[in-house]
């Protein structure tokens, strides 16, 4: 089974960050820039937060990515701690003694989401080709074995037309 992509688009990024194709030199050029771009507001808030110049966290970081007992010994953090810590910090720091914490799960990211959309649908198509009319009776038996409890069965199915 091959997958195919299709794509219609509007503008020449439409599709930018497609996986089912290489990035073309114009987009590693645009992702560059925003690498950059985002490697300079990181320089520039970490040089305001520390008091020291842009050049010195370059100087430290060279896009470089330190463990947190590398990053208290150059100076980068305050102190090694966890999320609890952080949020005790970020209290104390706004002055606030009552609070409360409220942990909300979101979804996975939009990449994830998609290839898995991706793989179920695969999956489903899989099974359907290997079943072919089977199908139905194989989604019945999948009802009848995730319920619980007490079950009186039917020889047949009703379908809602």
């Given at each position: 089974?091959?997958l195919?992509?299709?794509?219609v688009?509007?503008?020449v990024?439409?599709?930018f960050?497609?996986i089912s194709r290489?990035?073309?030199?114009d987009?590693?050029?645009?992702?560059?820039?925003?690498?950059?771009h985002i490697?300079?507001?990181?320089l520039t808030r970490?040089?305001?937060?520390?008091?020291?110049?842009k050049?010195?966290i370059?100087?430290i970081?060279?896009?470089?990515?330190?463990?947190?007992e590398?990053a208290?010994?150059?100076?980068?953090v305050?102190?090694?701690g966890?999320?609890?810590?952080?949020i005790?910090?970020?209290?104390?720091l706004?002055?606030?003694?009552?609070?409360?914490?409220?942990?909300?799960?979101g979804s996975?990211?939009?990449?994830?989401?998609?290839?898995k959309?991706?793989?179920?649908?695969i999956?489903?198509?899989?099974?359907k080709?290997?079943?072919?009319e089977?199908?139905?009776?194989?989604?019945?038996?999948q009802t009848?074995?995730h319920a619980?409890g007490?079950?009186?069965r039917?020889p047949?199915?009703?379908?809602t037309?």
């Open positions: 089974m091959d195919t992509a299709d794509v688009k509007t503008n990024y439409a599709d960050g497609d290489p990035m073309r030199d987009e590693k050029a645009l992702m560059q820039g925003y690498v950059e490697y300079d507001v990181f970490c040089s305001e937060g520390r008091g020291v110049t050049e010195e370059d100087q970081g060279q896009g470089r990515v330190w463990t947190g590398q208290l010994e150059r100076g980068l305050d102190e090694i966890d999320l609890d810590r952080a005790e910090v970020a209290a104390e706004a002055g606030l003694t009552d609070y409360s914490v409220k942990t909300v799960l996975s990211d939009p990449l994830t989401e998609y290839l959309k991706q793989m179920d649908e999956g489903t198509s899989a099974i080709s290997a079943l072919g089977d199908l139905e009776l194989f989604q019945i038996l009848v074995r619980s007490i079950q009186a039917l047949y199915d009703f379908k037309l």
